[in-house]
């Protein structure tokens, strides 16, 4: 704001400056062109005029100077527009100096010539001529009146004073003078006459006039007279016989007509004396005065060109710098020029594009973060999904893929987008569902339930695959669900019902059977013989044996089909280890421990896990049991989050079928075997938030389960271990 | 200049001075082609003060004429102020005549402190603003056109 105001300052300063100066300049021209020939008091005036004249030059010239410095720094810096300006510049002042300096050369002639033309040797004579016939006339009255002068001296030098008073009315009158005064030799009136009608006193003669007539020369002389007249005068002496000498002196008035016409041959003559004297001055006052105006006017004009050439080339300087800005991406320019000619309209264009452009910058830019939003909205929507979603193109290559989609197949994707490497396995399992998919039907769209192996643990997916056709990504969504533990639950539950009810049909007969088997033997028993009664009431006792094992078998159906209540609290699992193999010392296996240094802890039911040691460890005693060195080894250990305890035995191992299987309930290998004892197991720790994996491994089979570690123990020590 | 003189009369202090006038060919010639030459006589007195700035009390000056009839050929010393009014036949004259200024009032006595020195000076001068005005031009350009004397001071009793 405020570098504008000086600038606008500076543009003011400049015209006031250029104005003042032009005015001046014509002022000074008319001054000079009127004053001098005017009788007004050039002297005091003259040098001021000048002095400022030459002064506004040289306030015009630094001016000038400084505005033409900047303008070449600007044309070497390569500023756009200085060109142009420069250009401007130099047209301006071709236009106006090449007139001017003609006219100036035109003007500086002319004056001369006509300064030359006053003067003439011919006007020069004429007035010389003219003065010199005025001379001689006057010199010829002058002549005349000596005679008269003499004649009359004559006259009066045979009278006495008495007569010559009384003659010398009469003596003027016939000589026709106007005043005629008879003297003494000291100057004294004797007598005078005056052809006036009033009596005038006589001029007097002055002393070097007495005293050239004492010395018998006459005197004659013309006269001012006043302010008009001229007056010949003539003074001869008297000389007497015996008497002392007398003085006349009669004056004559030159005729009105012939003095003014004298007066003004004069003053022409003095006139042209006088600008005679001055023509070179004059001369060079003129051309002064002529150079000084030019000057002035050539520099305004300089000035002049440019301020124009600055404000026309200003509108280039700001496309430019529009152009430049809108190319670097900024659309704010806008123009401050207003301005009505063409160069004004093409800025206001280009402000009304930039505008435009800006508003269409901001729209896709609004657009541009609706979408971005949407994309967040839509992979955050996808990253909450539980099920996997995969993309794959034509070529079946991994477009796309969201975390439940990593977690479910157990492995990291990132390697297998396009530009990675790796290829998966759960990947090629899907690839080869869309194969088939694709070679089975031409639907779009189809379900399909597969098995995939994840860190050795079998998971069933529910995979449904949609082709997309079209668009602009043609290939296919893959979204799948682990339904491994929904088909699981859906198992249990249908066993669970299956339990109930075969509990009921089964144990529904079982109290008749053991009624009835009891009275049998009651009511038979004493009438039989001694043999037949131990029979009988062997065959009783084993009737009612195996009911009551019927029965307990049944209440385990029950037991395991039912959703038991979970107690929670917090359980020291080394300790719970020792605990339970305490109650296996007296068998044959021996059971090792190889337990956590660390204090483990974690919520849970001790009951429940308990009886999941209980059940582990039989397992493995069942399958050491034809061993001949038969080893159990109990291991706990902690990971980050985890505790595993592992069970091994060196028995058989598992057969592959036992490996898929052998979670699932009543699913035995044993003669004896419920098919519980690990579908229990596995419930149980699934309940606890855990997992249970079964594996074969140096020298036998292993089972592990892991559990995850209590968090909210900060200093178990202080807690009463609960075993 | 040949000669100042300071005289009391009653209440008033007259100057007389008498200056040699030289003038100069081209003045010469101007005079005999019938242009007036304005003389004036510059007559200041000055109270000296402790800084260089003199106060000036008294400030007079006596313009006159000196001119030549080419038709007459008489010279001519007018002196509107005094009524001086005389023709003269030789240049030599009328320089002479022109030179002497006799019984100038110049001020009064109570213009002056007593007891206080004051210092006066005088001049004559050619005054080219009196010129008839192209000549004015000519004796702008030219020194030819400056008569003048040195400022004579001096010391008052």
């Known amino acids: 704001m405020k570098l504008t105001r000086i600038k606008k300052l500076k543009k003011t300063t400049l015209s006031v400056i250029v104005a003042v100066s032009l005015c001046f300049g014509f002022y000074l021209l008319y001054l000079l062109s009127t004053q001098i020939t005017t009788t007004s008091d050039v002297f005091n005036e003259l040098p001021i005029l000048l002095g400022v004249g030459v002064g506004l030059i040289v306030v015009l010239m630094i001016l000038v100077g400084a505005q033409v410095l900047v303008t070449i720094r600007r044309y070497r810096a390569g500023v756009f527009g200085s060109k142009l300006t420069v250009r401007l510049i130099l047209v301006f002042v071709m236009v106006s100096v090449v007139p001017g300096a003609v006219m100036y050369g035109i003007s500086v002639q002319f004056l001369a010539g006509t300064i030359e033309t006053w003067f003439d040797i011919r006007v020069d004579s004429a007035l010389e001529g003219g003065l010199n016939l005025g001379r001689a006339n006057l010199e010829n009255g002058l002549g005349e009146l000596q005679r008269k002068a003499d004649s009359m001296a004559v006259s009066l030098s045979y009278q006495n004073t008495a007569t010559q008073v009384a003659s010398i009315d009469s003596l003027r009158d016939q000589a026709a003078i106007s005043e005629a005064t008879l003297l003494t030799t000291t100057g004294a009136v004797v007598a005078s006459s005056n052809s006036g009608a009033d009596s005038i006193i006589p001029l007097a003669p002055t002393q070097s006039m007495l005293r050239q007539a004492q010395l018998q020369q006459s005197y004659a002389g013309i006269e001012e007279n006043g302010e008009v007249g001229l007056l010949l005068r003539v003074v001869v002496p008297i000389n007497h016989l015996e008497e002392e000498m007398q003085i006349l002196q009669v004056t004559q008035l030159v005729p009105e007509r012939l003095a003014r016409d004298a007066a003004m041959v004069q003053v022409a003559y003095r006139d042209y004396q006088e600008l005679s004297l001055s023509r070179y001055g004059l001369q060079r006052l003129y051309t002064l005065a002529l150079t000084l105006s030019l000057g002035l006017a050539l520099l305004c004009v300089v000035l002049m060109a440019v301020m124009f050439s600055n404000r026309l080339s200003a509108p280039l300087g700001f496309l430019a710098a529009g152009t430049r800005a809108v190319a670097q991406g900024d659309f704010s320019q806008r123009a401050p020029i207003s301005r009505g000619d063409e160069l004004g309209f093409l800025t206001e264009s280009f402000s009304v594009m930039t505008g435009q452009l800006s508003e269409a910058k901001e729209a896709a830019e609004k657009h541009e973060i609706a979408l971005t939003q949407g994309n967040a909205y839509l992979s955050s929507i996808l990253e909450t999904l539980s099920a996997g979603v995969l993309t794959f193109d034509e070529g079946l290559n991994l477009r796309a893929y969201n975390p439940s989609a990593e977690q479910i197949l157990g492995q990291s994707l990132e390697g297998a987008l396009p530009s990675g490497a790796s290829n998966p396995d759960g990947l090629e399992a899907m690839r080869v569902l869309i194969r088939t998919g694709l070679s089975g039907s031409d639907k779009s769209q189809w379900e399909r339930q597969v098995e995939i192996v994840v860190e050795e643990t079998k998971k069933i997916l529910l995979v449904r695959v949609s082709t997309l056709s079209g668009g602009e990504f043609p290939g296919f969504v893959v979204v799948f669900d682990d339904v491994t533990h929904l088909l699981q639950a859906q198992r249990l539950a249908l066993w669970g019902e299956v339990a109930e009810r075969l509990a009921h049909e089964i144990k529904n007969p079982l109290t008749p059977i053991q009624l009835s088997a009891e009275r049998l033997s009651r009511r038979l028993g004493p009438k039989l013989e001694e043999h037949d009664a131990t029979m009988l009431e062997r065959s009783v006792k084993t009737i009612v044996d195996q009911v009551a094992a019927l029965k307990g078998m049944v209440n385990a159906f029950n037991e395991y089909s039912r959703n038991p209540d979970r107690k929670s609290e917090l359980i020291d699992v080394n300790g719970l280890v020792l605990d339970v193999i305490g109650l296996y010392q007296a068998t044959a296996a021996p059971i090792e421990t190889n337990l956590a240094s660390d204090e483990i802890f974690l919520w849970g039911d001790t009951g429940k896990l308990r009886q999941v040691l209980h059940n582990l460890i039989q397992n493995a005693e069942q399958a050491v049991f034809e061993r001949a060195a038969p080893e159990i080894l109990i291991e706990t250990t902690v990971t980050s989050n985890t505790t595993q305890i592992r069970v091994r035995d060196n028995g058989p191992g598992f057969s592959d079928e036992v490996l898929s299987r052998a979670f699932d309930p009543y699913y035995t290998t044993k003669a004896k075997g419920t098919g519980l004892g690990l579908a229990i197991v596995r419930k149980i720790v699934e309940e606890h938030d855990g997992a249970v994996a079964i594996r074969n491994e140096e020298p036998g089979a292993v089972i592990e389960i892991t559990m995850p570690l209590s968090h909210t123990i900060v200093n178990p020590k202080h807690l009463k271990k609960t075993v | ?157």
């Not at chain 2, 001068?125 to 400022?151: H, I, M, N, T």
């Open chain 2, 1 to 157: 200049m040949q000669s100042v003189k300071l005289q009391q009369n009653d209440a008033t202090f007259s100057l007389d001075a008498t200056f040699n006038i030289d003038l100069s060919p081209i003045i010469q010639d101007a005079l005999h082609k019938g242009i007036a030459l304005p003389f004036v006589l510059d007559f200041n007195v000055m109270r000296q003060r402790w800084n260089i700035w003199d106060q000036t009390v008294v400030e007079a000056s006596l313009p006159y004429r000196l001119s030549y009839n080419v038709l007459t050929r008489q010279y001519h010393i007018r002196d509107k102020l005094r009524g001086r009014d005389k023709n003269f036949d030789t240049l030599e004259q009328v320089l002479t005549a022109a030179g002497i200024i006799m019984d100038l009032a110049v001020f009064n006595a109570e213009q002056l402190m007593p007891e206080v020195e004051y210092e006066a000076q005088v001049r004559l001068r050619l005054e080219a603003g009196a010129l008839p005005s192209a000549l004015q031009l000519e004796a702008l350009e030219s020194d030819k056109w400056e008569v003048s004397s040195p400022w004579y001071r001096w010391v008052m009793d």
